[in-house]
């Protein structure tokens, strides 16, 4: 474990609560074709028990806050801007 194991993984839990949700981008960090090493280091961190409670206190966080619209006004600039790339790859 690393401390780079500690601060990267609260950040890839927002995106992949985030990305699939509003830039409707595939999940990432749950698929082994384009980015193996990234989903097997995502999963085996999970395996962890301090891991999967921050996992889930995250992932509840960010669903308390997409419940109270704080991502409408993503979606609606995403939606209105087709010129911009929104989607991967």
Same mark, same amino acid.
């Given at each position: ?18 990305? !699939?949700?509003?830039? %409707? +981008? ?6 082994? #074709?384009? @980015? !193996?090493?990234?989903? %097997? +280091? ?6 962890? #028990?301090? @891991? ?38």
């Amino acid at each position: 474990m690393s401390h780079a194991d500690l601060t990267w993984f609260p950040t890839c839990i927002f995106m992949e609560f985030l990305l !699939p949700r509003n830039y %409707k +981008w595939p999940q990432i960090f749950h698929e082994k #074709d384009n @980015f !193996p090493k990234l989903t %097997k +280091w995502f999963e085996n961190l999970q395996k962890d #028990d301090v @891991f999967a409670k921050v996992h889930d206190e995250v992932w509840s966080f960010w669903i308390e806050k997409e419940a109270a619209g704080m991502f409408d006004p993503v979606r609606e600039l995403v939606e209105t801007n087709k010129d911009y790339k929104w989607t991967y790859p």
